[in-house]
């Protein structure tokens, strides 16, 4: 079975603050992605970053940056310096190989407040 | 930018009537998906296929049906709206290699009455 965890429901912060969404799965596969995935107020989800389990790599984006960490079973994403437009609700997904279903987390409500 | 289009996006409409919502992508993908999502945000897959003529429930129980007749089209039905059945439902499309990386439409938002 696989399981995807994010604990905060909904995040409020002061536009230029920093603000990380921690995300825990769950998977007895050794093969597996990790994804997180923006939905904007528009509705549809925008694909962010994919990161499987052999590359344990942090990644930086711009402002956007991502921590996965094996040992903790973590795949923690960072927003520095915010913005209103960061404004979404932010899911972690995971699918482990030969699954191919796709499992997101509850989701993070961000709140940019200008 | 992904080609991946529903209709419509809003819909009310009262028990008991049927209802079909439209989905069609035009980037070739053999696998497509169908999300329920529901007011807490969080999402739910109930129908996918792989390919033309191939279609399987999901993970969550639902009583709408899907088609996959064509490889660009992957339309819902529900014969019979319910008020349960008042939701936001997300279509997705992927390629057959491609595990997870996920292209999403804007959503068909149902309210039955």
């Known amino acids: 079975a696989q399981k995807v965890t994010q604990a905060q429901t909904e995040i409020s912060v002061v536009e230029k603050e920093d603000v990380t969404l921690d995300c825990v799965y769950e998977t007895r596969d050794t093969t597996y992605y990790l994804f997180w995935y923006k939905q904007p107020p528009s509705g549809e989800l925008v694909f962010l970053i994919r990161?499987?389990?052999?590359?344990?790599q942090n990644e930086i984006s711009g402002r956007y940056s991502w921590n996965f960490q094996k040992s903790t079973s973590s795949f923690n994403f960072t927003i520095t310096a915010s913005q209103v437009v960061d404004s979404a609700v932010y899911f972690c997904a995971l699918i482990t190989y030969g699954n191919n279903r796709l499992a997101f987390g509850k989701g993070n409500q961000v709140v940019v407040i200008p | 930018e992904a080609d991946i289009y529903q209709t419509p996006r809003y819909l009310v409409i009262g028990t008991g009537k049927k209802i079909t919502l439209e989905c069609s992508q035009t980037m070739g993908h053999d696998k497509m998906y169908w999300y329920q999502q529901d007011p807490g945000m969080e999402l739910h897959l109930i129908h996918y296929s792989y390919g033309v003529n191939s279609t399987e429930k999901g993970d969550l129980s639902s009583e709408s049906t899907v088609s996959r007749i064509r490889t660009e089209h992957f339309p819902l039905t529900l014969e019979s709206a319910r008020p349960s059945h008042t939701s936001q439902y997300l279509c997705a499309s992927s390629e057959f290699e491609d595990a997870g990386e996920l292209f999403f439409g804007e959503g068909s938002r149902l309210t039955v009455l």
């Open positions: 990161r499987n389990s052999f590359d344990e």
